[in-house]
């Protein structure tokens, strides 16, 4: 059975971009659910004892489990998400060797913002955006609902919740200003980093 982890980080930390009221009610009230909805779908199961991964890629495509694949994507998603985050900071700072990647890839780490900023605006309804690794090259993809990267075989380094539920008490309809301050204050590109050598 799954359990809500702490974040790793406070919930205040994030502001002024996001605000510990989001973040509470985001982590709390939303991870929180789709957890409870998972353990109790699979109690009982065969999938009682998977790992999260494996819970998603035996329910993808069956149209009898997708309960249990909309809520596993989505406590995967969101534990993948609270670590792409880190505490509010003015200076992005990429990690070398990353930032290497990203330029070779995209041609700048501006054009890759605006090509991440592009894609998740054009998601349309709820879902999330990607940075990720398709056969050793960076990649930006949408994906619906709760969908994660790893099914459309690329390694995932950072994710951002496009679901309105993210962001809605702080930006209203603004989805671009949200897109834009996680890009530019929030991404935890050590993170991104570490998942790029991995």
């Known amino acids: 059975m799954f359990t809500l982890k702490s974040l790793p980080y406070a919930a205040e930390a994030l502001a002024p971009h996001i605000s510990g009221r989001t973040m509470n009610l985001h982590h709390g009230k939303h991870h929180q659910a789709y957890i409870d909805n998972l353990n109790k779908l699979i ?12 819970i998603i890629k035996e329910t993808h495509g069956k149209e009898d489990l997708v309960s249990i694949f909309n809520n596993a994507g989505q406590v995967y998603n969101h534990f993948f998400f609270w670590e792409s985050l880190r505490p509010a900071q003015e200076t992005i700072n990429v990690p070398a060797d990353l930032l290497t990647q ?64 993210s962001y809605y008490l702080d930006y209203e309809n603004r989805r671009a200003e949200y897109v834009d301050a996680v890009l530019n204050h929030l991404f935890n590109w050590d993170f991104a980093a570490r998942n790029a050598i991995s």
């Open 102 to 165: 990203i330029d070779r890839d995209f041609g700048s780490f501006e054009k890759m913002a605006e090509q991440f900023k592009a894609v998740a605006l054009s998601q349309f309804g709820s879902g999330w955006t990607w940075l990720a690794l398709e056969e050793d090259k960076l990649k930006i993809i949408k994906a619906p609902n709760g969908e994660p990267a790893f099914l459309k075989g690329a390694k995932p380094l950072l994710a951002l919740d496009v679901w309105e539920h």
């Open 43 to 54: 109690e009982g199961t065969a999938y009682e004892k998977m790992e999260l991964e494996d």
